[in-house]
């Protein structure tokens, strides 16, 4: 199955336009204590298939990790189960990349 994948310029965009996304951090807590996702919910990649009750079913989910590796996983197995997800390209990598390329970037 194909995963569709969102960058992250696109996201914050439509966060701003007041779209109501999920943004589900799949790292591990240790890297949500480094640097957090703004606005997001974070379950571990390990933890998610026990705590799908957590997700929402009537808006898009925005799946998210370092790299965007771990988050395709998990968009995948969630858009099997049904859920409308699409993978955060890149990751808190690429996001933190748009946060450097100046104003009203973020």
């Known amino acids: 199955m194909a995963i569709t994948e ?35 919910v974070n379950i571990p ?13 009537d808006r898009p989910i925005v799946v998210a990790c370092r790299s965007g590796a771990r988050s395709a996983s998990a968009t995948e197995a969630l858009s099997r189960g049904g859920w409308s997800a699409q993978n955060l390209a890149g990751g808190a990598i690429a996001w933190v990349s748009t946060e450097e390329a100046g104003p009203g970037s973020s």
């Open 45 to 57: 990649l390990g933890q998610l298939g026990a705590r799908t009750g957590e997700l929402p079913t």
């Open 6 to 40: 969102i960058e992250p310029e696109e996201l914050k965009a439509r966060r701003r336009a007041g779209e109501d996304i999920f943004l589900l951090d799949v790292r591990e807590p240790d890297e949500v204590a480094e640097w957090a996702f703004p606005g997001s």
